[in-house]
């Protein structure tokens, strides 16, 4: 059986955020440097299909809300994702995940701090290589201060940091609604919206495609900062299902604004050039602003280049914050070294804010654009969707008498079908994410054996017991993926919707065997009364 331990944490973190800071945490966290990026992205890949893109990945990611809505009040702990993880899997899985969430986290800063320099090359040229999107010597030296003002900031109790934030956000939030007004108004080629037969099939597969790799999940991931900052909140139980499904619906509405005024701006001479695939905009850098300037809106181009730093930078800024809590989770289920724990006397945790600049600082050097790093990032956080729904259901079934603040309607149903989606997501990254996913995980499955062996810990109590689904689970997808089409880097052996269809068939399986190869419900019981005890003092 599976042990419950945790290490004590030095300090505590304080219970300071609102309702109205977690929304707009989340809703800030959303629209950064994806909106700058995300519909260029987009409708290159799914051409008028891009608004389908930004619909669908709404569906999945509300879905993952809707789940997380009733997981995350029943840990109100900073980092809570991460000890969802340990629930019902075990010790490696849970170690696994923890790593898993920390690396994605932390290279958010840094790709929010690549986007506001390549935009900023713009007036201060030399900070990305010449003709090209690679930040330069000086743009690395620039990017390792601008990154250590945004850690700075977060030495701030955290009521200051949602202040803060909460400003940004107002302004995030309306620049992009004056964009998509003054673009609606000045511009609109309802042509544009036409599928031509040639293109059909190919939009409709790069719709998909585009959900996982055109910047769409990526943009809308915001929500988990609510579950994230949930042991920081005053009223965890209300507060945290209403800003998880708000902030879903506030930022979807927005980027489906943002794509459908995106395309109907832009002049079809620039189409009829080289087609959605090939869409560019030359002389200015960043999609908007470009069309603002096509449409003569300079005054808003020039809004555009303030806003390619507020909204990079406020999602920077919140990101090291629930990045930091993630961290302070890792490390209290003994993922991380324990000094990573320590939170001072005004509940800023102090040690994992310095690790998160240095791993961030690291990151800039293999992967110095926005472009690079945002495949890396796609590749982490895929990983984060699949433990939601089997927790939802194993603790559904150990506990049914829990107090759940927000009960999901139809669980059942909804849980298998959001398991689905989330393997879909996978699938549609393409077979180069999954190998370097896999690379990762063997890595990590090696690093943690060979500890355990150093430490002589017992197989049983490392939980390898409760991870065989994972072995048929990865295989299966990148078989699948393997045998998928050209555009998903694939043999061509099935077609997309034949390689969907293995892949939703395999991710039903394999989801009632994790649900059945759980560990013991008592032990779930235990894990979840060690927190009802230390609910309100954890971090």
């Known amino acids: 059986m599976a042990s419950v331990k945790h290490r004590p944490i030095k300090g505590k973190l304080r219970r300071e955020g609102s309702l109205h800071g977690l929304i707009l945490a989340c809703v800030g966290a959303s629209i950064g440097s994806g909106w700058l990026f995300g519909p260029l992205y987009t409708a290159q890949q799914a051409g008028p299909y891009a608004v389908g893109s930004w619909l669908i990945g709404a569906f999945a990611i509300l879905l993952l809300a809707l789940v997380f809505a009733e997981l995350g009040p029943l840990i109100p702990r900073a980092g809570a994702v991460v000890h969802l993880a340990h629930v019902g899997n075990g010790p490696i899985i849970g170690h696994m995940w923890s790593w898993i969430l920390f690396l994605s986290y932390a290279t958010i800063a840094p790709i929010e701090v690549t986007a ?62 004056l964009t998509v007004g003054v673009l609606l108004a000045t511009s609109w080629h309802s042509g544009n919206f036409v599928v031509h037969a040639r293109n059909a099939t190919a939009d409709v597969h790069g719709m998909f495609v585009a959900v996982a790799t055109g910047g769409v999940i990526f943009s809308l991931l915001g929500f988990r900062h609510a579950i994230d900052l949930a042991g920081e909140s005053k009223n ?40 959605w695939q090939h869409l560019q905009f030359s002389g200015i850098n960043g999609p908007f602003a470009a069309l603002a300037a096509a449409v003569g809106a300079g005054w808003l181009a020039v809004l555009l280049y303030v806003d390619a730093f507020v909204s990079p930078g406020g ?69 984060s969707y699949i433990i939601g729904p089997i927790a939802l259901i194993q603790l559904r079934r150990a506990m049914p008498d829990l107090e759940r603040p927000f009960r999901l309607w139809a669980a059942p149903v909804i849980a298998p079908l959001t398991f689905v989606v989330a393997s879909w997501i996978v699938f549609w990254a393409g077979l180069n994410t999954l190998n370097f996913i896999f690379g990762t995980l063997f ?97």
């Open 443 to 539: 890595a990590l499955l090696i690093l943690y054996a060979l500890t355990g062996i150093w430490r002589k810990g017992r197989w049983s109590a490392m939980g390898w017991q409760y991870m065989w689904w994972i072995i048929p689970y990865f295989l299966g997808l990148w078989g699948i993926s393997w045998l998928s089409p050209a555009i998903l880097g694939g043999t061509g052996v099935l077609g997309f919707f034949s390689g969907m269809a293995a892949v939703a068939i395999l991710s039903l399986l394999i989801f009632y065997v994790a649900i059945h190869q759980a560990v013991a419900d008592s032990t779930m019981r235990a894990y979840m009364h060690h927190f009802s005890k230390r609910g309100s003092s954890g971090p």
């Open 315 to 383: 999602t920077a800024l919140i990101y090291t914050t629930t990045a930091a809590r993630v961290t302070l989770a890792t490390a209290d289920t003994g993922a991380l070294p324990k000094w990573v724990a320590h939170i001072n006397r005004h509940g800023v945790p102090w040690a994992s804010l310095i690790l998160l600049y240095v791993v961030g600082a690291i990151f800039f050097f293999p992967f110095p654009s926005w472009q690079k790093m945002v495949g890396y990032i796609a590749s982490m956080t895929v990983l």
């Open 236 to 275: 965890p139980k209300r507060d945290v299902p209403i800003a998880v499904i708000a902030s879903v619906l506030i930022a979807s509405g927005i980027y489906i604004a943002l794509q459908v005024a995106f395309i109907g701006a832009i002049q079809p001479a620039d189409l009829a050039a080289g087609g």
């Open 116 to 177: 506001i320099l390549t935009y900023a090359n713009n007036y201060l040229p030399g900070l990305l290589l010449q003709h090209s999107d690679l930040l330069s010597s000086k743009g690395f030296a620039v990017a390792l201060v601008l990154l250590a003002f945004f850690v700075a900031i977060n030495f701030l109790v955290v009521r200051w940091v949602l202040k803060i934030n909460n400003g940004a956000t107002w302004w995030k939030i309306s620049i992009p609604v």
